[in-house]
T-cell receptor, first 109, second 114 residues
Framework: SQQGEEDPQALSIQEGENATMNCSYK?????LQWYRQNSGRGLVHLIL?????REKHSGRLRVTLDTSKKSSSLLITASRAADTASYFC?????????FGAGTTVTVRA | IAGITQAPTSQILAAGRRMTLRCTQD?????MYWYRQDLGLGLRLIHY???????GKGEVPDGYSVSRANTDDFPLTLASAVPSQTSVYFC?????????????FGPGTRLTVL
Protein backbone atom coordinates (compact mmCIF):
# COMPACT_ATOMS: atom_id res chain seq x y z
CA SER A 1 0.00 0.00 0.00
CA GLN A 2 1.15 3.55 -0.65
CA GLN A 3 2.40 5.45 2.34
CA GLY A 4 2.49 8.93 0.87
CA GLU A 5 -0.33 10.68 -0.92
CA GLU A 6 0.32 13.80 -2.96
CA ASP A 7 -2.08 16.65 -3.42
CA PRO A 8 -3.07 17.94 -5.90
CA GLN A 9 -2.96 15.16 -8.50
CA ALA A 10 -2.29 17.72 -11.21
CA LEU A 11 -1.17 21.33 -11.30
CA SER A 12 -0.90 23.76 -14.22
CA ILE A 13 0.92 27.06 -13.75
CA GLN A 14 2.44 29.86 -15.79
CA GLU A 15 6.19 30.10 -16.17
CA GLY A 16 7.62 32.23 -13.39
CA GLU A 17 4.91 31.30 -10.87
CA ASN A 18 5.50 29.16 -7.81
CA ALA A 19 4.25 25.58 -7.59
CA THR A 20 3.31 23.98 -4.29
CA MET A 21 2.42 20.37 -3.75
CA ASN A 22 1.71 18.48 -0.56
CA CYS A 23 2.29 14.99 0.73
CA SER A 24 0.55 13.27 3.60
CA TYR A 25 1.61 9.98 5.13
CA LYS A 26 0.34 7.58 7.75
CA UNK A 27 3.10 6.01 9.83
CA UNK A 28 6.33 7.14 11.48
CA UNK A 29 9.25 7.78 9.17
CA UNK A 30 13.04 8.15 9.19
CA UNK A 31 12.95 10.65 6.39
CA LEU A 32 10.87 11.93 3.53
CA GLN A 33 12.19 12.33 0.01
CA TRP A 34 10.98 14.07 -3.13
CA TYR A 35 11.66 12.80 -6.62
CA ARG A 36 10.99 14.14 -10.11
CA GLN A 37 10.10 12.06 -13.14
CA ASN A 38 10.13 13.44 -16.64
CA SER A 39 7.88 11.70 -19.13
CA GLY A 40 9.23 8.27 -20.05
CA ARG A 41 12.26 8.53 -17.79
CA GLY A 42 13.42 7.19 -14.45
CA LEU A 43 13.00 9.08 -11.20
CA VAL A 44 15.55 11.64 -10.12
CA HIS A 45 16.14 12.43 -6.47
CA LEU A 46 15.50 16.07 -5.53
CA ILE A 47 15.79 16.40 -1.79
CA LEU A 48 15.75 14.40 1.42
CA UNK A 49 14.50 15.78 4.73
CA UNK A 50 15.04 13.82 7.92
CA UNK A 51 12.39 13.37 10.57
CA UNK A 52 14.16 15.77 12.95
CA UNK A 53 14.31 18.56 10.35
CA ARG A 54 11.53 21.02 9.62
CA GLU A 55 12.68 22.79 6.48
CA LYS A 56 15.26 22.30 3.78
CA HIS A 57 16.29 24.24 0.70
CA SER A 58 18.00 23.24 -2.51
CA GLY A 59 18.23 25.86 -5.24
CA ARG A 60 14.66 26.78 -6.19
CA LEU A 61 13.23 23.98 -4.06
CA ARG A 62 11.95 24.34 -0.54
CA VAL A 63 10.67 21.38 1.44
CA THR A 64 8.92 21.45 4.79
CA LEU A 65 8.10 18.58 7.08
CA ASP A 66 5.56 18.55 9.89
CA THR A 67 5.78 15.22 11.68
CA SER A 68 2.94 16.11 14.04
CA LYS A 69 0.61 16.43 11.06
CA LYS A 70 2.39 13.73 9.06
CA SER A 71 2.71 16.02 6.10
CA SER A 72 5.28 17.63 3.84
CA SER A 73 5.23 20.25 1.14
CA LEU A 74 7.43 20.91 -1.87
CA LEU A 75 7.64 24.44 -3.22
CA ILE A 76 9.23 25.18 -6.57
CA THR A 77 9.85 28.89 -6.96
CA ALA A 78 10.06 30.82 -10.24
CA SER A 79 8.99 27.79 -12.27
CA ARG A 80 10.41 27.08 -15.70
CA ALA A 81 9.12 25.02 -18.61
CA ALA A 82 11.78 22.44 -17.75
CA ASP A 83 10.07 21.87 -14.39
CA THR A 84 7.20 20.16 -16.23
CA ALA A 85 7.26 16.66 -14.74
CA SER A 86 5.65 14.39 -12.19
CA TYR A 87 6.74 14.82 -8.60
CA PHE A 88 6.64 12.03 -6.05
CA CYS A 89 7.09 12.00 -2.32
CA UNK A 90 8.54 8.89 -0.73
CA UNK A 91 8.66 8.03 2.94
CA UNK A 92 11.56 6.06 4.30
CA UNK A 93 11.46 3.53 7.08
CA UNK A 94 13.83 0.75 8.01
CA UNK A 95 14.15 -1.07 4.74
CA UNK A 96 12.18 0.63 2.02
CA UNK A 97 10.81 3.76 0.46
CA UNK A 98 7.06 4.00 -0.09
CA PHE A 99 6.01 6.24 -2.95
CA GLY A 100 2.84 8.21 -3.49
CA ALA A 101 0.99 8.37 -6.81
CA GLY A 102 2.54 11.72 -7.68
CA THR A 103 1.59 15.23 -8.71
CA THR A 104 1.80 16.08 -12.40
CA VAL A 105 3.03 19.64 -12.89
CA THR A 106 2.67 21.45 -16.20
CA VAL A 107 4.46 24.78 -16.60
CA ARG A 108 3.04 26.86 -19.45
CA ALA A 109 5.43 29.13 -21.34
CA ILE B 1 28.64 2.53 -17.79
CA ALA B 2 27.57 5.40 -15.58
CA GLY B 3 24.95 4.90 -12.90
CA ILE B 4 22.33 2.25 -13.49
CA THR B 5 21.55 0.51 -16.73
CA GLN B 6 18.56 -1.67 -17.52
CA ALA B 7 17.92 -4.05 -20.39
CA PRO B 8 15.91 -4.42 -22.45
CA THR B 9 14.41 -0.95 -22.95
CA SER B 10 11.12 -2.52 -23.91
CA GLN B 11 9.73 -5.96 -24.56
CA ILE B 12 6.55 -7.56 -25.77
CA LEU B 13 6.09 -11.00 -24.29
CA ALA B 14 3.56 -13.79 -24.74
CA ALA B 15 1.78 -14.91 -21.59
CA GLY B 16 3.39 -17.95 -20.03
CA ARG B 17 6.88 -17.10 -21.22
CA ARG B 18 9.82 -16.63 -18.90
CA MET B 19 11.57 -13.27 -18.91
CA THR B 20 14.56 -11.78 -17.09
CA LEU B 21 14.98 -8.04 -16.77
CA ARG B 22 18.57 -7.03 -16.27
CA CYS B 23 19.92 -4.30 -14.00
CA THR B 24 23.54 -3.28 -13.47
CA GLN B 25 25.00 -0.46 -11.38
CA ASP B 26 28.57 0.79 -11.27
CA UNK B 27 28.38 2.88 -8.11
CA UNK B 28 29.27 0.02 -5.74
CA UNK B 29 26.00 0.60 -3.91
CA UNK B 30 25.08 -1.96 -1.31
CA UNK B 31 21.32 -1.89 -1.81
CA MET B 32 19.27 -2.46 -4.95
CA TYR B 33 15.54 -2.50 -5.66
CA TRP B 34 12.97 -3.38 -8.27
CA TYR B 35 9.77 -1.35 -8.65
CA ARG B 36 6.87 -1.47 -11.02
CA GLN B 37 5.04 1.68 -12.04
CA ASP B 38 1.44 1.57 -13.13
CA LEU B 39 -0.70 4.55 -14.06
CA GLY B 40 -2.26 6.17 -11.03
CA LEU B 41 -0.49 3.88 -8.56
CA GLY B 42 2.96 5.37 -8.31
CA LEU B 43 5.86 2.99 -7.72
CA ARG B 44 5.43 -0.26 -5.87
CA LEU B 45 8.36 -2.22 -4.51
CA ILE B 46 8.66 -5.78 -5.85
CA HIS B 47 11.91 -7.03 -4.28
CA TYR B 48 14.94 -5.50 -2.68
CA UNK B 49 18.46 -6.46 -1.67
CA UNK B 50 20.32 -4.67 1.11
CA UNK B 51 23.62 -6.32 0.25
CA UNK B 52 25.06 -8.91 -2.10
CA UNK B 53 23.83 -12.37 -1.23
CA UNK B 54 20.60 -11.23 0.45
CA UNK B 55 17.15 -10.41 -0.93
CA GLY B 56 13.78 -9.48 0.52
CA LYS B 57 10.17 -9.19 -0.59
CA GLY B 58 8.49 -5.86 -1.16
CA GLU B 59 4.83 -4.97 -1.53
CA VAL B 60 4.07 -6.97 -4.70
CA PRO B 61 6.51 -9.91 -4.93
CA ASP B 62 4.18 -12.60 -6.28
CA GLY B 63 5.18 -13.88 -9.73
CA TYR B 64 8.67 -12.36 -9.50
CA SER B 65 12.03 -13.60 -8.27
CA VAL B 66 15.41 -11.93 -7.87
CA SER B 67 18.99 -12.87 -7.14
CA ARG B 68 21.99 -10.87 -5.98
CA ALA B 69 25.09 -12.89 -6.72
CA ASN B 70 27.35 -9.81 -6.71
CA THR B 71 27.23 -6.11 -5.86
CA ASP B 72 26.62 -4.83 -9.37
CA ASP B 73 23.82 -6.99 -10.79
CA PHE B 74 20.24 -7.50 -9.69
CA PRO B 75 18.17 -9.39 -12.28
CA LEU B 76 14.39 -9.70 -11.99
CA THR B 77 12.77 -12.85 -13.37
CA LEU B 78 9.17 -13.45 -14.32
CA ALA B 79 8.88 -17.23 -14.33
CA SER B 80 5.60 -17.36 -16.26
CA ALA B 81 4.42 -13.94 -17.39
CA VAL B 82 0.77 -12.90 -17.07
CA PRO B 83 -0.98 -9.85 -18.59
CA SER B 84 -1.27 -8.17 -15.17
CA GLN B 85 2.53 -7.91 -15.18
CA THR B 86 2.33 -5.41 -18.03
CA SER B 87 4.03 -2.38 -16.53
CA VAL B 88 7.11 -0.19 -16.51
CA TYR B 89 9.84 -1.69 -14.34
CA PHE B 90 12.47 0.43 -12.64
CA CYS B 91 15.63 -0.75 -10.97
CA UNK B 92 17.21 1.48 -8.33
CA UNK B 93 20.16 1.45 -5.98
CA UNK B 94 21.28 3.26 -2.87
CA UNK B 95 24.50 3.33 -0.90
CA UNK B 96 22.86 1.72 2.10
CA UNK B 97 19.47 0.21 2.83
CA UNK B 98 16.45 2.14 1.67
CA UNK B 99 14.73 4.59 3.87
CA UNK B 100 17.99 6.17 4.96
CA UNK B 101 19.39 7.71 1.81
CA UNK B 102 18.56 8.64 -1.74
CA UNK B 103 17.94 6.12 -4.46
CA UNK B 104 19.28 6.27 -7.98
CA PHE B 105 16.99 4.97 -10.71
CA GLY B 106 17.60 3.31 -14.03
CA PRO B 107 15.76 4.39 -17.21
CA GLY B 108 13.16 1.63 -16.94
CA THR B 109 11.95 -1.35 -18.95
CA ARG B 110 8.52 -1.18 -20.55
CA LEU B 111 7.06 -4.68 -20.54
CA THR B 112 3.88 -5.73 -22.32
CA VAL B 113 2.49 -9.21 -21.70
CA LEU B 114 -0.09 -10.36 -24.23
Amino acid sequence: SQQGEEDPQALSIQEGENATMNCSYKTSINNLQWYRQNSGRGLVHLILIRSNEREKHSGRLRVTLDTSKKSSSLLITASRAADTASYFCATGNDYKLSFGAGTTVTVRA
Amino acid sequence: IAGITQAPTSQILAAGRRMTLRCTQDMRHNAMYWYRQDLGLGLRLIHYSNTAGTTGKGEVPDGYSVSRANTDDFPLTLASAVPSQTSVYFCASSEYGAGHNEQFFGPGTRLTVL
